[in-house]
């Protein structure tokens, strides 16, 4: 090998060894984080979403429904409306006090539900229509920094904090480092089963009054089914509106009202 290799070699050792690692953040960072993803998604009065849900189950045909997503974040309030297909119009969700409650106009019935009801048989749940949580719910750990495409991300297990009803208990999270989306969510039993990744492809923004910022939203959310395989749903959300909505909205008799 001659003398001018040998150098060079010796410059790139260096180079590798000087290079800067990319630094663990603080658990105070992490937390920051949680609530910086937290605050962009939260507007600070009521939001309405016209969402389609496109579902994919192994032997079955391809089924497509449409909602409406109403949100009142200042009082953790949550509304589903199901509006198509015509055997689906009617058909409800409520969070009130914490409690989710489902509505079938069809027996006329509200029944409890947990944080895993997948929502009209779907592979989306609860926390997928509803304002972020993540700082609020669990306790984050830093696993690093990676590349997922051509995005570098910040790669944070999440676990969730004791007393604190979820639908998982850990999460592992992929959060673009420019501008803090959240790229990917992995979603774990206890056991430590992987049950659910979702991707975010694409997000937008929207100038909210009320905030007197921009809320953001995920325009698209991919969600795979990783313990049916074959089943996976996608959510679109279509429109957003952040106009103020009628006082009585988030009650059972309004939702009712709606089915009629």
Do not use: C, H
């Not at 939260?42 to 109403?70: P, W």
């Not at 325009?219 to 089943?231: G, L, P, Q, S, T």
């Amino acid at each position: 090998m001659s003398l001018k290799s040998v150098m060079s070699a010796a410059v790139l050792a260096v180079a590798l060894l000087s290079a800067p690692a990319a630094l663990a953040l603080a658990p105070a960072e992490m937390v920051k984080l949680l609530a910086t993803i937290d605050d962009r998604q939260r507007n600070g009065g009521d939001y309405k979403a016209l969402v389609y849900l496109e579902q994919k189950e192994k032997d079955k045909t391809d089924t497509v429904r449409e909602a409406f997503v109403y949100r009142r974040d200042a009082d953790d309030k949550l509304m589903i409306l199901f509006s198509r297909p015509k055997t689906e119009a009617g058909k409800g969700y409520l969070r009130l006090d914490k409690n989710l409650w489902s509505y079938d106009p069809n027996v006329g019935k509200w029944e409890r539900r947990t944080e895993r009801e997948r929502i009209a048989g779907t592979d989306s749940r609860r926390a997928d229509f509803d304002e972020s949580r993540l700082a609020e719910e669990y306790d984050p750990s830093f696993e690093g920094e990676g590349k997922l495409g051509k995005y570098t991300a910040n790669m944070l297990t999440l676990k969730a904090k004791q007393g604190v009803d979820v639908a998982y208990p850990v999460i592992k999270l992929w959060v673009d480092k420019d501008t803090t989306n959240v790229l990917k969510r992995e979603e774990y039993a206890l056991s430590g089963r992987k049950m659910r990744t979702l991707l975010y492809p694409r997000w937008k923004k929207l100038f909210s009054e009320s905030k007197g910022a921009d809320v953001w939203y995920p325009e698209e959310i991919r969600i795979y089914d990783e313990v049916e395989k074959a089943n996976s749903t996608v959510i679109l959300i279509k429109s957003i509106d952040l106009r103020s909505l009628e006082a009585n909205l988030f009650t059972k008799a309004w939702l009712e009202s709606k089915s009629r």
